[in-house]
């Protein structure tokens, strides 16, 4: 069944209603359209606290300076500003929080490929981009919602929430995030490293990783995204920070994770 959907123009009242049920977030800015909610709360000096949503985005960006694909008017595009010095503890809440909104969303936990991706049966449904200001961080969320298949380059490699069976309007998905990234932000730092590292694809696989100008192979036995990946190589068990580690390649793949940076 295809749920009612929310008229943009109700789009403000429905998601004013939901930030003032959340401690993290106060206000909530709504674009029809914008290039990217990233850029767009910079050019609205958006303060902590703030929300900045767009019906649809054109112009999005993930990391590594690849794009984000055009949301049309079936994915979300949310930007949140929080003031914040820990980029690991936020690195941690904002992928948890995306998560966990989905989580809800579809009744089912899903996974969180290193450093905050979020997939499901071996594709990407939700990415996070965290970009710093001195103490303001802008964290922007993509969730696919409503797309029925992707085309060209991403066919095979994202999913969305209609594709895995469940049809809702994208009001509701931002509710979702919104109330849920408000909590993750709040969790003390063990329950965020206990929480991410059940989520965890990189967990047990066999990988070389790039830290700092160091390249290490071995197996990644534990993920603490506050503290770093612990690695037991041929030469014993090392800890690499998690700030500067990335994954060069798998070398026993984990079934479910298709994807490397
Ligand atoms: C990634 O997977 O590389 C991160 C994708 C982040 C996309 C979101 S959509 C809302 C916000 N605005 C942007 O331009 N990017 C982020």
């Not at 050019?43 to 902590?48: E, S």
């Not at 969180?112 to 001195?134: C, F, M, T």
């Not at 802008?138 to 209609?162: M, P």
């Not at 790039?210 to 770093?228: D, F, K, Q």
Request: charged residues 25%; hydrophobic residues 40%; negative net charge.
């Amino acid at each position: 069944m295809i749920p009612p959907v929310v008229p943009i123009e109700d789009w403000p009242q429905r998601l004013e209603d939901a930030v003032a049920l959340t401690r993290q977030f106060e206000r909530v800015i709504v674009l029809q359209e914008t290039d990217s909610t990233q850029d767009a709360a910079k050019r609205l000096h958006a303060a902590a606290g703030t929300v900045v949503v767009a019906a649809r985005q054109t112009a999005g960006r993930g990391r590594l300076g690849r794009p984000w694909a055009d949301t049309l008017d079936v994915g979300v595009a949310c930007s949140f500003l929080v003031s914040s010095r820990n980029s690991e503890r936020l690195a941690a809440a904002s992928a948890l929080g995306a998560a966990i909104a989905v989580e809800r969303v579809l009744g089912s936990r899903v996974s969180i490929k290193w450093p905050n991706d979020v997939y499901v049966n071996g594709r990407k449904l939700a990415g996070v981009l965290i970009e710093q200001s001195g103490p303001l961080a802008c964290v922007g969320i993509g969730i696919n919602v409503n797309q029925g298949h992707f085309e060209g380059e991403l066919a095979g490699r994202a999913t969305s929430l209609a594709m895995l069976g469940s049809r809702v309007d994208r009001v509701e998905v931002i509710v979702a995030l919104m109330c849920s990234f408000s909590d993750t932000l709040e969790w003390a730092n063990d329950r965020l490293a206990k929480e991410y590292d059940s989520r965890c694809l990189l967990k047990g696989c066999d990988a070389e990783l790039r830290s700092g100008p160091s390249i290490v192979r071995g197996r990644v036995e534990r993920v603490n995204p506050l503290e770093g990946l612990e690695v037991l190589t041929q030469s014993g068990r090392v800890c690499l920070p998690a700030a500067n580690t990335t994954v060069n390649s798998l070398i026993s793949p984990n079934p479910a994770y298709d994807e490397v940076d």
